[in-house]
């Protein structure tokens, strides 16, 4: 099993440029999440999905940012127009059943200069 | 609302010391489940443990020790005989069945920096 794989795994952008940042998730779960980690506000989640469809987006920041599921095996998240402050480690996890334990993703360390 | 605090926000120790990560939980649900994660300097998230609310038996894994109390809304986490890869970032975390929808989300606490110096 080849785990949570999100790519990229850094990304630098300029402000004002949009993003999307990918996740594949293990074969078979049917919970998939986005979170943030900022060293002001640690690990907070952003969005989480089951059988593809969003459940709760109230995390998301704001509607510069958007995520989708298009399929079992494969999730986006964008942001646009991106910001400064949204420079950050996104991790993308997923899990078995609700309430299971979560495997996260190596995370995309995306900076906004 | 669930809130998890991990009062110790650094822990620095010697090799081969015993350290005890403390981690307390607020939630209003008598169904949740608790875990802890490691981050390296790498930076990947490392599931360590899931323990139900039902289930208070402490357990042991090699070096590692988890102490959960529903008294005392605490899930403590015991490394003996530390050594230096256990340097790392360590989160507690709650997870609790939603009221409005069939999911859940993760909560973090804000992490325990442990350093263990040679």
């Known amino acids: 099993d080849a785990g949570v794989i999100q790519s990229p795994r850094h990304e630098v952008t300029e402000m004002g440029q949009e993003v999307t940042l990918r996740c594949k998730p293990i074969s078979g779960h049917d919970y998939l999440f986005w979170y943030r980690q900022t060293m002001m506000r640690g690990l907070e989640l952003l969005i989480y999905f089951n059988n593809n469809v969003p459940i709760d987006d109230s995390g998301m920041p704001e509607d510069r940012f958007s995520a989708k599921m298009p399929n079992a095996s494969f999730s986006t998240l964008k942001i646009q127009p991106s910001e400064p402050r949204d420079s950050a480690v996104y991790f993308c996890a997923s899990s078995f059943q609700e309430l299971y334990g979560y495997t996260f993703g190596s995370g995309t360390r995306l900076t906004v200069v | 609302a669930q809130k998890v605090t991990q009062a110790q926000t650094e822990i620095s120790v010697v090799e081969k010391e015993d350290v005890t990560l403390d981690c307390v939980y607020e939630t209003r649900d008598t169904t949740y489940y608790l875990f802890w994660y490691k981050q390296p300097p790498s930076g990947e998230l490392v599931f360590l443990i899931r323990r139900n609310s039902f289930d208070e038996q402490n357990e042991i894994s090699g070096r590692y020790s988890w102490n959960f109390q529903k008294s005392t809304s605490s899930f403590n986490f015991t490394i003996t005989a530390s050594q230096v890869v256990d340097s790392a970032v360590y989160f507690c975390?709650?997870?609790?069945?939603?009221?409005?929808?069939?999911?859940?989300?993760?909560?973090f606490g804000e992490g325990t920096q442990l350093t263990v110096n040679p």
């Open positions: 975390a709650l997870s609790e069945r939603g009221a409005e929808t069939s999911g859940s989300r993760l909560t």
